[in-house]
DNA sequence: GTCTATAACCTGATAGAC
DNA sequence: GTCTATCAGGTTATAGAC
C-alpha cells in the first residue's frame, strides 16, 4: 500500500488550526481572541500558526468568509429556486436556517458583529449575491403583497429566526425557563413561524 | 452670585469620560478598545481615566450596566401596565423600540454581544425584573392563546423589531436599497409590526 | 485634579535550532 | 514542519511632579 499523499483533511497540522481557530473565533471575537488561545486549543506551537497563515488577520479572515458563506449561503438555493411556490420558500427557510442555528448557536452573533463596520471591505472579498426583485422569492411575494416592500417580509422571517438564537442570552436572563425549554421552545418554532408568516401575508 | 458648588453634568472630567466611553465601547466593544481611544475622545488625559475609574473594566461596567438598562428597561413599564390592552401594549413596545434604536442603532449588538457568557456575572449585578406568567402581557398573550407559550410572541415582536437593527450591516450588504431607503423602511415598520402581530393571534 | 513619564505586562510575529 | 526563545510594539495602570 503506497504511503498516502493527501493527508486526513481533519488531521493535517493546518487543518488542525482552522478547526481551533473556528471554535475560538467564533465564540470570542476577533478582538478578544488571542493567537495563543488558538495554538493551545489546536495542541501546536504559537509558531506554527504563522508559518501556516502568515498573520493572525489573514487567519480570520478565512473563518470569516466560511462562515458568511455558511450563514446567508443557506439563504439563497431556496429564494432563488422558481420551481417551488412561495409556502415553500418559508418552510424550507425557516426550517434550514433553524437546524443549522441549533448546530452551531453562535453563528449570528458572531457574523452580525464582524461584519459591523467591515461592509465595505467585505464587499470587495465576497461575491454577494444582491437579493433585488429579481429573487424568484421577492418576485413572489411582490405579487402576492403588491402594497409592501417584500423586503419587509424577509425581515420578518429572519428577525423570528434568528432572533432568538442572537439574544438567547438575554432570554435565558429575562424569560422564566431554563436552557432546556428554551431550545424546545426554538425547535417549536419551526412549525409555528411559517403559519405566522402566511397570516401575515393576508393581513390587511 | 455664589459659585458653583455642583458643576454641570455634562462637563464634569467625569461625565466627559462617560460619554467618551459610552461612544467607544458601543462602537467598539470591550476587547476592541483601548483606554487611549476614550481619553483621546474625552480630550482628556489618559491617567485621568484610572484616577476617576480604577480600571477599564470597571468603567465599561458602568457603561455596560446602564446600557443594559437602557435595552431592557423600555420594555417594562410597558409589559407591567395591567391598565392598557394588548393591542395597545404592542404598539408601544415596537414604536418605543424602534424610536429609541433608531437614535441607538449600535446598542442592541452592543448588549447583546458583550451579554454572551457574561449572563452568569449579570445575574448578580443588574436587579432582572424576570417576564414570568404574572406579568400583564403574558396574562393577556395567554388568555388569547392559551394554546402557545407567550414567549414565541415575545420573541416574534422583538424580533421583527430589534433584529433588522442588528443585522443592518447585513441587509444594507445583500439588500440592493441604500442606506436612506432602509431607514425609511424601518420607519415605515413602526406601523406594520403591530398589524402582523394582531393577524399572528388570530392565525390557527 | 491634571499632567508626564514610565513601569509592568501582554500580544503578534519572527529567528534560528532541530 | 515543528519547536524554543525572543523581539518589537502596544496596552493598562501607576508614580510622582505640578
Known sequence: MPKKIIPEADTSTEEKIKTAA???????GFAATRTRDIAEEAGINLA????YFRSKEKLFNEIMMEKMQQFFGILLPVVNDPSTKLETKIELMVSNYIDMLSMNPDLPLFVLSE?????????????VQKITDKISFMKQLKEKRPDINPIHFLMNIL????????????????????????EAILQERKKLIPIWVKAMLRAK
Open 22 to 28: 473556528r471554535k475560538v473565533f467564533i465564540q470570542k
Open 159 to 182: 428577525g423570528m429566526t434568528v432572533f432568538p438564537f442572537v439574544a438567547k442570552p438575554a432570554f435565558e436572563l429575562i424569560a422564566a425557563t431554563n436552557k432546556n425549554q428554551l
Open 115 to 127: 461584519m459591523k463596520g467591515q461592509s465595505g471591505k467585505i464587499k470587495n472579498i465576497l461575491p
Open 48 to 51: 506554527l500558526l504563522n508559518y
